[in-house]
């Protein structure tokens, strides 16, 4: 039996990159790690947000499409995308959000805190503050050290069959149950970030995918051995795969569960220093080899950021 030590990173589809990078640096503080194009569809961003490092566990990456259709939150997708600060840190982003005019709600889910609210193009995001032993590894200007985000808490799972993507996650992904509620199953990994996830008990509206909507969630997988590994495993509990592909900051295979949400299992290696230095990360454009030579005409034709 395999098990993934947490979530790797999340993908969604937003709109405007400006405004995706004026809130996810300046109202959370989080950092643009990596500005690259859509490998798949290089005439647009893939915009990559973390810790300094960018250290699986925090990575959160968008698609932005200014002219994409809305999507709907539901069924076959990741429903809310939660972060987690300190216990001493939600009255700051309460109020912090609150100073932004965004409007947020206050929940107790799993005796755990909670501020819900949505990104700039109607992402569904949550702040949960939960006590553990991590501690974040990037500044911001306005936010105190001790109340920045660490990464992920975890995620929602919005699932066509719950109980199906349940034991997925927790007899292929390898976590465990560890708490159940009239709404949520929730399961936990080894990790101290990225490793909750919430399976959602009902959820009756279908998801479409469009701006304001995850794409797919990723799971950790070691080294490409330990990938390889995957692939197998996956395919062994009937599973189909895709092949595997590079991704350049890690190897990335992907899957639709039984419950239809796009899962996937990346890699820990290289990471997001192989093609930049650490303390540059994400202030120029990369691109992967087999683009440089069309540099020019991608970067004409890619909108500014700032
Ligand atoms: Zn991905």
């Known amino acids: 039996m395999k098990k993934t030590t947490s979530i790797h990173h999340i993908s969604a589809i937003v709109g405007n990159p400006k405004e995706t990078v004026a809130f996810y640096s300046s109202v959370l503080g989080l950092r643009l790690i990596k500005k690259t194009v859509n490998f798949d569809d290089p005439g647009t961003y893939h915009l990559y947000f973390g810790d ?9 990456t968008f698609f932005p499409w200014p002219n994409a259709y809305k999507g709907t939150v539901g069924t076959g997708q990741v429903g809310t995308t939660l972060f987690q600060v300190d216990t001493n840190a939600l009255d700051f982003w309460f109020e912090r ?26 992402l569904s995001l949550g702040i949960v503050a939960r006590s553990g032993s991590v501690t974040h590894t990037w500044k911001s200007s306005d936010i105190p050290d001790d109340k920045m985000i660490l990464g992920f808490a975890g995620a929602q799972l919005l699932s066509t069959h719950a109980d199906k993507t349940s034991e997925l996650v927790e007899q292929v992904l390898g976590f465990e149950q560890i708490a159940e509620s009239e709404t949520y199953t ?3 990994s080894s990790e101290q970030v990225g490793h ?5 008990k009902v959820e009756p509206i279908t998801g479409s995918f469009g701006v304001g909507t995850v794409h797919h969630i990723a799971f950790r997988a070691k080294d490409e051995v330990d990938h390889l590994d995957w692939q197998n495993f996956l395919m062994e509990n009937g599973y189909l795969t895709t092949e595997i592909k590079d991704r350049d900051y890690f ?17 820990d290696t290289p990471g997001f220093s192989v093609d930049e230095p650490l303390e540059h990360l994400g202030e120029t454009l990369q691109l992967p080899e087999w683009l440089e030579s069309k540099r020019i005409l991608i970067e004409h034709h890619l909108p500014p950021l700032s």
């Open 52 to 60: 300094e490092q960018g250290s699986p566990g925090t990575i959160l």
């Open 97 to 122: 959000l609150q100073s932004f005019n965004i409007k947020a709600t206050r929940e107790i889910v799993f005796e755990e805190e909670t501020l819900y609210f949505s990104d700039p193009h109607g």
């Open 186 to 188: 929730r399961f936990k």
């Open 196 to 200: 909750t996830l919430d399976i959602k």
């Open 251 to 267: 190897k990335a295979m992907y899957f639709k569960e039984h419950g239809d949400i796009i899962m996937e299992i990346a890699t």
